[in-house]
């Protein structure tokens, strides 16, 4: 199992950026894919990133070139790197750490932390 911290949303101007980070804790960090989620108030959750256990990323179409994930595996930690910030940006980010063991999937999921971009 691990547990998942999310940290670095905030309250920012247009075109402004931030550094999201995950920290984790308890499992083999290095075994898990990742991802960052965001919901947007009224809406689903949807994925923006990911990044696998071998380094491979994918990114919604919406955050193309303004979105970063990267993770460093001794420190257990997955960021997100997100440049030219939109209003459309503002939602809680989740980061989601997902194992499949015997076709089965299991999702850990952080608490989430608010973006609002907002002049």
């Known amino acids: 199992q691990v547990q998942l911290v999310e940290s670095g949303g905030g309250l920012v101007q247009p075109g402004g950026s931030l550094r999201l980070s995950c920290a984790a804790s308890?499992?083999?960090?290095?075994?898990?894919?990742m991802g960052w989620y965001r919901q947007a108030s009224g809406k689903q959750r949807e994925l923006v990133a990911a990044i696998t256990s071998g380094g491979s990323t994918n990114y919604a179409d919406s955050v193309k070139g303004r979105f970063t994930i990267s993770r460093d595996n001794a420190k257990k930690t997955v960021y997100m790197q997100i440049n030219s910030l939109k209003p459309e940006d503002t939602a809680v980010y989740y980061c989601d750490a997902v194992r499949v063991q015997c076709g089965v999937r299991t999702d850990y999921w952080g608490q989430g932390t608010q973006v609002t971009v907002s002049s």
């Open positions: 308890g499992s083999i960090f290095s075994m898990y894919d």
